[in-house]
T-cell receptor, first 110, second 113 residues
Framework: GQQVMQIPQYQHVQEGEDFTTYCNSS?????IQWYKQRPGGHPVFLIQ?????EVKKQKRLTFQFGEAKKNSSLHITATQTTDVGTYFC??????????FGAGTTVTVRA | ETGVTQSPTHLIKTRGQQVTLRCSSQ?????VSWYQQALGQGPQFIFQ???????GRGNFPPRFSGLQFPNYSSELNVNALELDDSALYLC????????????FGQGTRLTVV
């Protein structure tokens, strides 16, 4: 089973609105990575967070790593149609296994 | 493009057969990981190879096996195929395992009938 849990599974967003997807692990992570997968495509790396409490921004995307290194979030502001896809968090466990969450599938209403 | 290529892109096999999937890693990457992605699910870690040695394995039975070659390309072999093995199989290459970003290939869509 998945050691990294991700919610919500689906996010239907009106264009221009903000949303957040959350990722939780039962164990401390060495790092957390975020990927985006477009329909019919493969996961594409977005960012990696390593330090406790780390926050990184990429244009309209803000990524956070929790203080205990067990949770993370991705916040997207002013959603655009290009944001459509499935966003996965992936936590690196102590034995170097990358454990993916089930993903949040985002659809955008124009 | 990531520089990671997988072959074939699609494959149909019969239950009980064996299959070999191939992956060419990105230049300079010494680590290859294989994932199984069922429809609507996140990628599930199968195993990882670092410098031709398996150095991590997920919860998959022994009929899932692999190899990594001196040029760091890799194969995934699945014996005694079951219907539940139908999935997208993804290969990802990276430098020094999961410590750095993984570059995924486009995947092989395996259908077992």
């Amino acid at each position: 089973g998945q050691q990294v849990m991700q919610i919500p599974q689906y996010q239907h967003v009106q264009e221009g609105e903000d949303f957040t997807t959350y990722c939780n692990s039962s164990t401390t992570l060495s790092n957390i990575q975020w990927y985006k997968q477009r329909p019919g495509g493969h996961p594409v790396f977005l960012i990696q967070l390593v330090k406790s409490g780390e926050v990184k921004k990429q244009k309209r995307l803000t990524f956070q790593f929790g203080e205990a290194k067990k949770n993370s979030s991705l916040h997207i502001t002013a959603t655009q149609t290009t944001d459509v896809g499935t966003y996965f968090c992936a936590g690196l466990l102590h034995d170097y296994k990358l454990s993916f969450g089930a993903g949040t599938t985002v659809t955008v209403r124009a | 493009e990531t520089g990671v290529t997988q072959s074939p892109t699609h494959l149909i096999k019969t239950r009980g057969q064996q299959v070999t999937l191939r992956c060419s890693s990105q230049s300079g990457h010494n680590t290859v990981s294989w994932y199984q992605q069922a429809l609507g699910q996140g990628p599930q870690f199968i195993f990882q190879y670092y410098r031709e040695e398996e150095n991590g394995r997920g919860n998959f039975p022994p009929r899932f096996s692999g190899l990594q070659f001196p040029n760091y390309s890799s194969e995934l072999n699945v014996n005694a195929l079951e219907l539940d093995d139908s999935a997208l199989y993804l290969c990802a290459s990276s430098h020094t395992g999961g410590l750095t970003e993984a570059f995924f290939g486009q995947g092989t869509r395996l259908t077992v009938v």
